[in-house]
């Protein structure tokens, strides 16, 4: 059978979402000033990190994870699984395999709500190290990663709310503030809001009795439709996995609408993944 494949880009070990309604329909708001809104933000924010690890959370260097991958139909049904094999040397190389058994298909990619097709068996390696991509078909055939598809994954790389809480938290220009309460998933929760002045915002729901992350979104407007883009990914089934709290149920939605799940059957943390396993010389090895 035929494989098609039209590429976006991906990242593993936090990705997806169960979505609501809007993340701030049922929010209760509490008057505070800038200075006292950013200060309690800041402390939960502290509070969340504490609980994914700390300092290990924070400092780690690498992540290989495997699972499964289903996409949601119209129905709300789960069909179409695909085995993966999710391998990240942060902050921006990923390596990510996609193993199909015949007559599966998969409609959207760890990062991007839409993706690779994969309509035969055999498996497919996505590879990213930077400002480079490549890929293997289950053929064995190696290509580059066209440009577009390198940019999404670095838009999608900063978006993504562990590089933001690594990387991003600290910048100039990065302003973070107190949304109020609110109940997702039926759990009391906390929203933060980030904003840099011109990127994309970004909402952060808390859940106040474990101080773990419930759910992530990314919001961004097209100027040209003038219409606003909700990408939500929400969390759950957190286990401790070499110091760091990782969740292994991840479902991804767009505009309301849930669109897969990821479910991770083992994942490590710092295991000294060699840098050549994000080089399309690694491609050449099966």
Not at 124 to 149: C, T, Y
Not at 192 to 201: A, K, L, R, S, V
Not at 218 to 227: G, H, K, N, Q, S
Not at 249 to 268: A, L, M, P, S
């Amino acid at each position: 059978m035929r494989l098609r494949v039209r590429i976006a880009a991906g990242l593993v070990l936090v990705l997806a979402l169960a979505t609501s309604a809007s993340p701030a329909a049922a929010q209760q708001s509490e008057e505070l000033y800038p200075a006292q809104s950013a200060a309690k933000a800041r402390a939960i924010l502290q509070q969340m990190v504490t609980a994914l690890g700390g300092r290990a959370f924070l400092n780690a260097r690498d992540s290989d994870c495997t699972g499964q991958l289903a996409q949601i139909g119209h129905n709300g049904q789960l069909n179409n699984y695909v085995g993966f094999h999710d391998q990240w040397l942060l902050p921006d190389k990923n390596r990510k395999e996609y193993i199909g058994k015949g007559g599966n298909s998969l409609v959207g990619y760890l990062i991007g709500v839409n993706g690779p097709v994969i309509t035969s068996k055999g498996t497919v390696v996505m590879l990213f190290n930077g400002d480079h991509g490549w890929m293997r078909d289950n053929k064995g055939a190696i290509s580059s990663q066209p440009e577009d598809a390198v940019k999404m994954f670095d838009e999608q790389l900063k978006s993504s709310m562990d590089y933001v809480l690594r990387s991003r938290l600290n910048e100039k220009g990065m302003k973070v503030r107190y949304a109020g309460s609110d109940v997702v998933e039926l759990k009391p929760v906390d929203w933060i809001e980030f904003t840099d002045g011109g990127g994309p915002t970004f909402r952060l729901a808390v859940d106040q009795s474990t101080h773990l992350p419930l759910r992530w979104v990314v919001l961004t407007r097209d100027p040209e439709a003038r219409a606003q883009d909700e990408i939500a990914t929400t969390y759950a089934q957190f286990h401790n996995v070499d110091g760091i709290e990782a969740p292994f149920n991840i479902t991804r939605g767009q505009n309301g609408r849930e669109v897969y799940q990821i479910f991770i059957t083992g994942c490590k943390f710092d295991s000294n993944l060699s840098p050549e396993l994000f080089t399309p010389a690694s491609l050449k090895h099966r």
